[in-house]
């Protein structure tokens, strides 16, 4: 599902028509809007990891952005303000899908890895975790990120879903619940699982020896 814009001559469209005191969106602002598309699916993909989902959540998005624009502040960032519509999308699929996910999360629960092969008896780690080094100068590196979303992409759906409804939405561990249909331990495990395997992630990928000097 996707949607195109064209800058539309004054009056000759949606958003091109005056409202009541006052001039019409900008054309521009569309064009901006519709420019973020390519950014919005990333996002899109990476919390619901289902293609149709995605490309639905992004439709929508941009739909209702173009539409909203007269009630647009324009003190705020438009990337900003069309990501907060995405987020909003984000959990309407996600809603619309709720057997699956739960489902998924449900499978994730059963057959997901044993984490406690990472612990001994004693609960001490079998290998100490690499030295991070300064892991703020780590963040100013575009490079950085890359890898994170590399990361991000290789957990299982319900981990990353979870993990970025928590750490991108700012959800509740209630409301994680609520969405991906889990109680609260379960929750709790799923979030565990995820923040385990992007710190072995990256570790391996960017921590780990001369990784982060590689990069940068």
Aim: hydrophobic residues 40%.
């Amino acid at each position: 599902m996707a949607i195109s814009f064209k800058r539309d001559e004054p009056g000759s469209g949606p958003a091109g028509t005056a409202p009541a005191g006052g001039a019409g969106p900008s054309g521009d602002a569309a064009q901006g809007i519709a420019a973020l598309q390519p950014m919005l699916l990333r996002l899109a993909r990476l919390q619901l990891r289902n293609e149709a989902w995605a490309e639905d959540a992004v439709a929508e998005t941009l739909l209702a952005a173009v539409e909203g624009l007269r009630t647009f502040d324009q003190r705020s960032q438009l990337r900003t303000w069309v990501v907060g519509i995405l987020k909003h999308k984000i959990i309407d699929q996600f809603r619309r899908g709720s057997r699956e996910v739960s489902l998924e999360a449900e499978e994730e629960l059963r057959d997901g890895d044993d984490l406690g092969e990472l612990f001994q008896a004693d609960g001490h780690r079998v290998s100490q975790p690499s030295a991070w080094g300064d892991p703020e100068q780590s963040l100013a590196r575009v490079e950085f990120f890359t890898v994170l979303q590399a990361c991000l992409d290789q957990l299982p759906a319900p981990l990353a879903r979870a993990f970025l409804l928590r750490e991108w939405m700012d959800f509740t561990t209630a409301d994680i619940c609520k969405e991906l249909q889990v109680t609260s331990t379960n929750c709790f495990v799923m979030l565990y699982r995820a923040r385990m395997r992007l710190r072995e992630c990256l570790e391996t990928r960017w921590f780990a020896g001369d990784g982060s000097k590689d990069h940068g």
